[in-house]
């Protein structure tokens, strides 16, 4: 079947979906994307991956979309790619546009391209075994809540953590463990459960805050409070969260086991509970 994308305002097979070379996304990484989860056609935290993307636009001084009409478009694409009752994903993303290279924004300013496409989803890894995961230096930028497709850092420790045959690296600012390179990150330290607050150094990540709203309503103790790169050997558990990784336990940190070395059970009811949330 042919794959159907969103690109400016049409529907249009993906092969004939062309954008300029003069796009700034191109050029410049002048853009922003979301990742949205679909569970059997239900949108998991759309309004918030919305919310998140204006966010971004606001910051980036991006103007002239209409954001609540990407809900719709989410929707369409699923049903056209016939992905309506299945597990997907739908990928969004919108740039300044296209116009002759120069850092300053275009003036007067181009229609900014928007972009949106669908792909049927199945989870790697299991959380029953959980992953193991690196620390790495965090290289990227002092914007890191803006969710930028400037993602080169992310790309580069995500390879480097491949390279060492983990599945994640954990991104290491002046000692503090903030995040992955496509993930958020949670310890239980002392039977709390601890991420790093909201700053300009991790995204607002629409399944953290899920798991801290679960944490607050099922009465586990839980903190926004950083969690140190020396607090990691004392920690009970570690996990990742994210709309691609759910709740994934973390057994394993540059080679030294976390805890008992296996999935700890704080994990594993905050994967139940979030899995009731998705249905
Ligand atoms: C750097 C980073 N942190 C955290 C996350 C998790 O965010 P969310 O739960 O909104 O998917 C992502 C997701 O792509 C990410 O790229």
């Not at 002048?30 to 990742?35: H, L």
């Not at 309004?47 to 993307?53: A, F, K, Y």
Request: glycine share 8%.
């Amino acid at each position: 079947m042919r794959m159907t994308v969103y690109l400016n305002g049409a529907y249009l097979p993906k092969e004939e979906a062309h954008l300029s070379p003069d796009d700034r996304g191109f050029l410049f990484a002048d853009g922003i994307y979301e990742v949205v989860r679909s569970y059997g056609g239900t949108l998991f935290g759309l309004e918030p991956h919305l919310d998140r993307m204006a966010d971004g636009l606001a910051a980036l001084r991006i103007t002239g979309v209409d954001v609540a009409e990407l809900a719709t478009v989410c929707h369409e694409l699923l049903k056209r790619n016939e992905l309506d009752r299945s597990d997907a994903l739908v990928y969004l993303q919108i740039t300044r546009g296209a116009a002759p290279r120069t850092h300053f924004f275009p003036d007067p300013p181009t229609s900014p391209t928007v972009y949106a496409t669908t792909m049927r989803f199945q989870p790697k890894g299991d959380p029953a075994l959980g992953v193991k995961v690196i620390t790495a230096p965090d290289q990227r930028w002092t914007r890191c809540d803006i969710k930028s497709v400037a993602l080169l850092p992310n790309c580069l420790a995500a390879q480097t953590a491949r390279e060492a045959g983990v599945s994640e690296a954990l991104l290491v600012r002046d000692g503090v463990v903030l995040e992955g390179t496509h993930t958020s990150f949670l310890a239980v330290i002392d039977g709390v459960v601890r991420t790093a607050p909201l700053s300009n150094y991790i995204l607002p990540s629409i399944t953290r805050q899920a798991a801290l709203d679960l944490c607050e309503r099922h009465g586990i103790p839980a903190l926004p409070a950083p969690v140190f790169l020396h607090d990691l050997a004392a920690a009970d558990e570690l996990f990742l969260a994210g709309t691609t990784m759910e709740i994934m336990p973390i057994v394993e940190v540059d080679g030294h086991p976390v805890g008992s070395g296996n999935p700890g059970p704080v994990a594993a009811r905050l994967l139940a509970l979030f899995r009731k949330l998705t249905g």
